[in-house]
């Protein structure tokens, strides 16, 4: 059974930086592309971030990019994202997931991950 669990959420002031966390278990985690997704309050879930199973392909949403950095640690099974120069925007619970199929080089599509954690909520204050 896959487990993702998420981690380093919190409330944090505009300009600010988090870094998120997600472990994983019951899968080959150096096989399988990670991603990032967020779904602020009221609204659709939403790519954020996604790093191919090599770790050398990386997708950014263009909301993102420039400040957020994803990354992995095939040998402690667990993904990242740096978030910095936060804005308020940023505000929502992000979620951890795994891509449905091994050896892929991931994408923004939440169709082709299909393993997710339960979220970590990011607040942004003004």
């Known amino acids: 059974q896959v487990h993702l669990v998420e981690s380093g959420g919190g409330l944090v002031q505009a300009g600010g930086s988090l870094r998120l966390s997600c472990g994983a278990s019951?899968?080959?985690?150096?096989?399988?592309?990670m991603g990032w997704f967020r779904q602020a309050a009221g609204k659709e879930r939403e790519f954020a971030a996604t790093?191919?199973?090599?770790?050398?392909?990386?997708y950014y949403a263009d909301s993102v990019k420039g400040r957020f950095t994803i990354s992995r640690d095939n040998a402690k099974n667990t993904v990242y994202l740096q978030m910095n120069s936060l804005k308020p925007e940023d505000t929502a619970v992000y979620y951890c997931?795994?891509?449905?199929?091994?050896?892929?080089?991931?994408?923004?599509?939440?169709?082709?991950?299909?393993?997710w954690g339960q979220g970590t909520q990011v607040t942004v204050s003004s």
């Open positions: 019951g899968i080959t985690f150096s096989r399988y592309a």
């Open positions: 790093i191919s199973w090599s770790g050398d392909i990386t």
């Open positions: 997931a795994a891509a449905a199929r091994a050896f892929t080089s991931g994408s923004h599509a939440a169709a082709n991950f299909g393993f």
